[in-house]
């Protein structure tokens, strides 16, 4: 969904997931020791193999109202660099810092962790300390948070899509996702075409709506839903649930837990059904932090960890199976989408084609592993 996520969603499947990472702690995350307070490369990277993830939320407000006075040029980063500790403004899930998964969650040892905390990581390192101190806001209060006047936190990263926010501007994009479709695991329907004539549901989220109500054609009816939507869709209320990926998968997965009995029970039949992006917040009038966000977030982009973070905190959903007819190549040890384009289609810059033929199938260009098939265009 247009609006990126947080907090919100499925009570209990936030409840399951909290229990799979721990329980949150206070103090300060740093960089190397990571702890708490009260946050595709170009390149398709090397195949491995690919653990799970979790849940998602509604889109940040369009109105909100900046401080009289905001920061100006240098002295963000002056500030940042005094305080020695980078804020970053995100919502933690609620309870506070009970997760957010796969964004912002309690890693193993105790540490705040999510692929939001390890671009957080990437930006403080480039700016020059050594700690980040994640700050709770509900999703729909983070931008209000941004701009208040008396400078709480730097920056805001929670999943969000650039939108029209006075007193925020937006980086360049951290990561591209888009809405998938849903079915239970033997239902015939392939396709948004299939839905014709067949009522839809999606998480209560006005961006979604909009965005749905122009992608499938036909629908009888759009029931917006903010939990059980998994219980509902197995009992038929509809044929189908458009969900943002990765939240989705990560939902399904917790629930599954949930509910044993019922695990294989759903099916993502396409992925990237929508073309949105996440970026980062900055407070406007601070053009010096924004470009080192900017160079923070290419940097990341064009290293081999970021593939290694989306396989790492944004994997979990399934490959879908390949068509029948057509030539496929079958994913080895080692293959990236550009090694397939260089043996395929004869030059590795082709990998962006072998991608467009295949992102119905595949959540992310990073995420195909050994023994996918691959449709050759």
């Given at each position: 969904?247009?609006?990126?996520?947080?907090?919100?969603?499925?009570?209990?499947?936030?409840?399951?997931?909290?229990?799979?990472?721990?329980?949150?702690?206070?103090?300060?995350?740093?960089?190397?020791?990571?702890?708490?307070?009260?946050?595709?490369?170009?390149?398709?990277?090397?195949?491995?193999?690919?653990?799970?993830?979790?849940?998602?939320?509604?889109?940040?407000?369009?109105?909100?109202?900046?401080?009289?006075?905001?920061?100006?040029?240098?002295?963000?980063?002056?500030?940042?660099?005094?305080?020695?500790?980078?804020?970053?403004?995100?919502?933690?899930?609620?309870?506070?810092?009970?997760?957010?998964?796969?964004?912002?969650?309690?890693?193993?040892?105790?540490?705040?962790?999510?692929?939001?905390?390890?671009?957080?990581?990437?930006?403080?390192?480039?700016?020059?300390?050594?700690?980040?101190?994640?700050?709770h806001a509900k999703?729909?209060?983070?931008?209000?948070?941004?701009?208040?006047?008396?400078?709480?936190?730097?920056?805001?990263?929670?999943?969000?899509?650039?939108?029209?926010?006075?007193?925020?501007?937006?980086?360049?994009?951290?990561?591209?996702y888009g809405l998938?479709?849903?079915?239970?695991?033997?239902?015939?329907?392939?396709?948004?075409?299939?839905?014709?004539?067949?009522?839809?549901?999606?998480?209560?989220?006005?961006?979604?709506?909009?965005?749905?109500?122009?992608?499938?054609?036909?629908?009888?009816?759009?029931?917006?839903?903010?939990?059980?939507?998994?219980?509902?869709?197995?009992?038929?209320?509809?044929?189908?649930?458009?969900?943002?990926?990765?939240?989705?998968?990560?939902?399904?997965?917790?629930?599954?837990?949930?509910?044993?009995?019922?695990?294989?029970?759903?099916?993502?039949?396409?992925?990237?059904?929508?073309?949105?992006?996440?970026?980062?917040?900055?407070?406007?009038?601070?053009?010096?932090?924004?470009?080192?966000?900017?160079?923070?977030?290419?940097?990341?982009?064009?290293?081999?960890?970021?593939?290694?973070?989306?396989?790492?905190?944004l994997s979990g959903?399934?490959?879908?199976?390949?068509?029948?007819?057509?030539?496929?190549?079958?994913?080895?040890?080692?293959?990236?989408?550009?090694?397939?384009?260089?043996?395929?289609?004869?030059?590795?810059?082709?990998?962006?084609?072998?991608?467009?033929?295949?992102?119905?199938?595949?959540?992310?260009?990073?995420?195909?592993?050994?023994?996918?098939?691959?449709?050759?265009?």
């Open positions: 969904m247009s609006g990126g996520g947080g907090g919100g969603g499925n009570t209990l499947v936030k409840t399951l997931i909290l229990v799979g990472f721990l329980t949150a702690t206070c103090g300060v995350l740093g960089l190397a020791g990571v702890m708490m307070l009260d946050a595709p490369s170009d390149t398709p990277p090397v195949v491995t193999s690919t653990p799970p993830v979790a849940s998602k939320a509604p889109s940040p407000p369009a109105v909100l109202h900046p401080p009289a006075d905001v920061p100006t040029g240098k002295a963000a980063l002056d500030r940042i660099r005094k305080r020695g500790v980078l804020l970053v403004a995100t919502d933690t899930g609620e309870p506070p810092f009970s997760g957010t998964p796969p964004m912002f969650f309690t890693g193993a040892t105790g540490e705040p962790d999510g692929f939001d905390m390890a671009l957080a990581r990437q930006i403080a390192q480039a700016i020059g300390v050594n700690e980040i101190k994640p700050i999703y729909s209060d983070l931008e209000d948070l941004l701009v208040d006047p008396e400078d709480k936190v730097d920056l805001v990263i929670a999943g969000y899509a650039p939108d029209e926010a006075p007193g925020i501007s937006w980086s360049k994009s951290y990561l591209e998938c479709l849903i079915v239970p695991a033997k239902s015939p329907i392939k396709t948004t075409n299939d839905l014709f004539g067949k009522p839809i549901g999606i998480f209560d989220d006005d961006a979604a709506a909009d965005e749905v109500k122009k992608l499938v054609k036909g629908y009888t009816d759009l029931v917006r839903l903010e939990d059980g939507y998994w219980d509902q869709l197995l009992e038929g209320r509809f044929a189908a649930f458009l969900y943002d990926y990765p939240y989705a998968a990560a939902e399904i997965n917790a629930w599954y837990k949930q509910n044993p009995s019922r695990a294989g029970s759903l099916r993502i039949a396409q992925y990237n059904l929508t073309d949105s992006s996440y970026s980062v917040g900055v407070r406007e009038g601070e053009p010096e932090l924004l470009a080192v966000v900017d160079q923070a977030i290419a940097g990341w982009r064009d290293s081999d960890a970021y593939g290694a973070a989306i396989k790492q905190f959903g399934l490959a879908v199976e390949a068509p029948v007819e057509g030539k496929v190549h079958v994913v080895k040890a080692g293959e990236t989408l550009s090694l397939i384009a260089k043996e395929e289609l004869g030059s590795v810059d082709r990998w962006q084609d072998l991608w467009k033929a295949n992102q119905s199938r595949f959540p992310n260009p990073h995420l195909i592993d050994v023994g996918d098939k691959v449709v050759i265009p």
